[in-house]
């Protein structure tokens, strides 16, 4: 793996801090219904990252990332009614969707050319460096919390973390970004149920049409970007 490749690991790390921060911080301005649909919108933004390279976007595509913005619209309207506050953390949940795109394509190149246990590595490496500094620097806590706190963290962090993203960079180059976004909508639903279990956080009447819309879109968007798919993430080469 060259210096090139090495960097675009260290980039993926930093930009998935930056997903961290902003999703976050995201859920403690808007409900988690609302901040885990925006989220998921990282389809949309590949589409977009798609078009402004000048690549062939399929009709259906369009159509499918015109539904989903038209989802978007209404939550972030709902949201607007309730405060600045919450419309503020819908800023963030789609900064946090768009962070993760880049995640992803920079995860597709570099996974071409190392192993998944050296991408972890590089990228994690990365991320840590950049939010330890974060939390010191905002007096974020990092001790003192109950038992039950600390029960949720090692689940956040093994389930989340070390299970979740890291087969998720273990398959990337299999099945591409595009249909592990797919996969990725399942976090609308669980969480907003686990929100209610866990949290006493009822999903906002309001949001579920929207919400419901956008994910409409966000399938019609990764079914017909999936035909096309395979051929990419199969390609070879020297960086």
Partial sequence: MNWRITGLAILS??????????WFASLRMTSVAASTALVSTT???LVAFDLARQVAVPRAVLIGVGVSMAGVVAITGVDAGRSREALAGDALAL??????????L????VMRYTT???????????CAAVMLPAAALTHTPLHGFSTRTWIEIAVVTVGAQVLGHTLFN???????????????LLEVP???????AWLGEAPPLAVV?????????LVIVTRARATREPAEVTETGAP
């Fill in 106 to 109: 920079a995860g597709t190149k």
């Fill in 43 to 45: 389809p949309v933004f």
């Fill in 116 to 126: 998944p246990a050296i991408y972890t590595l590089i990228a994690y490496s990365a």
């Fill in 170 to 184: 273990v398959t990337l180059p299999v099945v591409g970004a595009t249909p592990l976004a797919l996969a990725i």
């Fill in 13 to 22: 790390g930093l930009v998935l801090a930056a997903h961290f921060t902003s």
């Fill in 190 to 196: 669980g969480a907003s149920l686990l929100a209610w």
């Fill in 95 to 104: 900064f946090a969707a768009a962070a993760v795109a880049v995640y992803m």
């Fill in 209 to 217: 049409p929207g919400a419901l819309l956008m994910l409409l879109g």
